[in-house]
């Protein structure tokens, strides 16, 4: 698809600063008011408002606090879907920024509100400078990190009522400079499984712990031997972790406990590695419980696949980044073991997730999902002009 745009990389660069500075205050104030999973109500309202006040229709309440806006141009029947994320984490923010998070608690600590921005930023210039011809779907997700907001809209006609030939999203990326962008073909980001084990034993005295079935003893051995299962028995060319990220049993120091819950996540970027380890986990912790003569639950909660960037959308992405910022500053990017629930999304329409420099060393190079993390304001005007022109580029 030939990249057509009204107005040079430059002069559209130099638009969209312009309109940048509103966009950066509303992109602090969604910052001092985070929202977790599905509780993005504020946020939600303040995308809905000014969607409608630049003249998108918008549907609220896909998957509770999601949305669309949808804007409209000539008589084209191409349709384009593009995607931000609106919920933080569950982090205590130490960032010290006047700016910083009111709730206590709460975080953005991933950089949504800057994707939520970005998009607004591109919207509000689409609304008065777009030259396109089709129909352009923005989607405001709930309830990435986790929760599953993206198959939740889904589930709930997503598509049906906005369909898309093709769909996009972006994600900031600290350590990659700001103003340079990166995307890869492919598997980009891995599946993310929870797992969570119940083992059942018989509580006794801490003197007499031959009258009890001790279920700590296990856990250990669990714990340990999980690692064996990516180390040993995965192809050592192909990606997996296991992360145990939570054992918890007992109280205090002289009774044996009954219970021991662990919680560990699975992550692949191949569905056959991913079944593997499944299939695996579960055939080896309930030979360890009853090795013990414990009983055992196991709840294998299948959460995100393995993210795949489409191979012509994903060159097409990348030409409309060359074109805006030059090939220089347009990278491969390596797969990641990280997770992003955009990956349901592109299992429905073709599409790419790309990269957005979010800045090196001090100037936003602090890793997201970190207590000083923040989204670098430098970064939005280039990610909006970049929505610009893809726009421009997939609907004219």
């Known amino acids: 698809m030939p990249c057509?745009?009204?107005?040079?990389?430059?002069?559209?660069?130099?638009?969209?600063?312009?309109?940048?500075?509103?966009?950066?205050?509303?992109?602090?104030?969604?910052?001092?008011?985070?929202?977790?999973?599905?509780?993005?109500?504020?946020?939600?309202?303040?995308?809905?408002?000014?969607?409608v006040e630049w003249g998108y229709e918008v549907e609220r309440g896909i998957a509770g606090t999601g949305l669309v806006g949808q804007l409209r141009k000539g008589r084209g029947e191409r349709r384009l879907g593009l995607r931000a994320d609106m919920d933080a984490l569950p982090?205590?923010?130490?960032?010290?920024?006047?700016?910083?998070?009111?709730?206590?608690?709460?975080?953005?600590?991933?950089?949504?509100?800057?994707?939520?921005?970005?998009?607004?930023?591109?919207?509000?210039?689409?609304?008065?400078?777009?030259?396109?011809?089709?129909?352009?779907?923005?989607?405001?997700?709930?309830?990435?990190?986790?929760?599953?907001?993206?198959?939740?809209?889904?589930?709930?006609?997503?598509?049906?009522?906005?369909?898309?030939?093709?769909?996009?999203?972006?994600?900031?990326?600290?350590?990659?400079?700001?103003?340079?962008?990166?995307?890869?073909?492919?598997?980009?980001?891995?599946?993310?499984?929870?797992?969570?084990?119940?083992?059942?034993?018989?509580?006794?005295?801490?003197?007499?712990?031959?009258?009890?079935?001790?279920?700590?003893?296990?856990?250990?051995?669990?714990?340990?031997?999980?690692?064996?299962?990516?180390?040993?028995?995965?192809?050592?060319?192909?990606?997996?972790?296991?992360?145990?990220?939570?054992?918890?049993?007992g109280d205090v120091f002289n009774i044996v406990p009954e219970r021991a819950l662990i919680k560990i996540g699975v992550r692949a970027l191949e569905p056959g590695v991913r079944a593997q380890i499944e299939r695996r986990i579960k055939g080896f912790v309930q030979a360890q419980a009853e090795s013990y003569g414990l009983g055992c639950r196991i709840d294998y909660v299948n959460k995100y696949p393995v993210l795949v960037n489409e191979a012509e959308h994903t060159a097409f992405a990348r030409q409309v980044a060359i074109e805006l910022l030059g090939d220089h500053r347009v990278?491969?990017?390596?797969?990641?073991?990280?997770?992003e629930d955009f990956a349901c999304m592109l299992q429905r329409v073709p599409g790419a997730y790309v990269r957005l420099g979010n800045g090196v060393g001090a100037d936003g190079g602090c890793m997201v999902h970190n207590p000083g993390y923040d989204f670098n304001d430098e970064a939005l005007p280039v990610g909006a002009a970049y929505w610009v022109r893809l726009v421009h580029a997939a609907l004219t």
Do not use: W
């Open 91 to 249: 982090i205590v923010e130490r960032t010290g920024l006047p700016y910083s998070s009111t709730v206590h608690g709460k975080m953005h600590a991933c950089g949504h509100d800057g994707h939520t921005a970005i998009l607004l930023c591109a919207a509000k210039y689409l609304a008065s400078h777009g030259r396109f011809d089709g129909t352009l779907n923005l989607i405001f997700q709930p309830a990435e990190e986790n929760e599953g907001g993206a198959l939740r809209m889904i589930d709930e006609g997503l598509f049906e009522r906005y369909p898309c030939d093709s769909i996009y999203a972006l994600h900031n990326a600290p350590g990659l400079p700001v103003g340079h962008m990166a995307m890869s073909a492919g598997p980009a980001m891995a599946s993310f499984d929870r797992v969570t084990i119940e083992l059942t034993g018989v509580s006794a005295h801490g003197a007499m712990p031959h009258h009890g079935v001790d279920p700590m003893q296990c856990a250990a051995s669990i714990v340990l031997g999980l690692q064996s299962l990516v180390s040993r028995e995965v192809d050592a060319q192909r990606a997996a972790v296991i992360t145990v990220g939570s054992v918890q049993s």
């Open 4 to 51: 057509s745009t009204p107005r040079t990389s430059e002069e559209l660069l130099a638009d969209i600063r312009r309109i940048a500075p509103e966009l950066v205050q509303l992109r602090r104030q969604i910052h001092a008011h985070p929202e977790l999973a599905f509780e993005e109500v504020r946020t939600s309202n303040l995308v809905a408002e000014k969607l």
């Open 331 to 339: 990278s491969e990017r390596e797969p990641t073991m990280g997770s």
